[in-house]
């Protein structure tokens, strides 16, 4: 079983940075396509980025310039830097993980992600 954790979030200033983490555990990391997704009070869940087992990304047209996804396949770990934050980007954030094989579909709790003044 597939296993997604997630840290990094919190309360920042706008115009601040954060850096999500996630760790996977189970199953072959290197199968997976990797991403982060929000959902905000009322709204629903959207994707934010994605990062391709050969490690094509694709971002949000929200986040574009701003936020930037990266997985490190020894640590079996994917990271969301958070730059520029907005009050929009307020929400909490998963962790996805796609197996490309199976098409199996994993979510990690969510973390919150706060930015307010």
């Known amino acids: 079983q597939v296993q997604l954790v997630e840290s990094g979030g919190g309360l920042v200033r706008p115009g601040g940075s954060l850096r999500l983490s996630c760790a996977a555990s189970?199953?072959?990391?290197?199968?997976?396509?990797m991403g982060w997704y929000r959902q905000a009070p009322g709204k629903q869940r959207g994707l934010v980025a994605a990062v391709s087992r050969t490690g094509n990304i694709n971002y949000s047209e929200a986040v574009k310039g701003r936020f930037t996804i990266s997985r490190d396949d020894n640590k079996t770990t994917v990271y969301l830097q958070m730059n520029s934050l907005k009050a929009e980007d307020t929400a909490v954030y998963y962790c996805?993980?796609?197996?490309?094989?199976?098409?199996?579909?994993?979510w990690g709790q969510g973390t919150q992600v706060t930015v307010s003044s």
């Open positions: 189970g199953g072959i990391f290197s199968h997976f396509r």
């Open positions: 996805n993980a796609l197996e490309i094989f199976n098409l199996d579909n994993y």
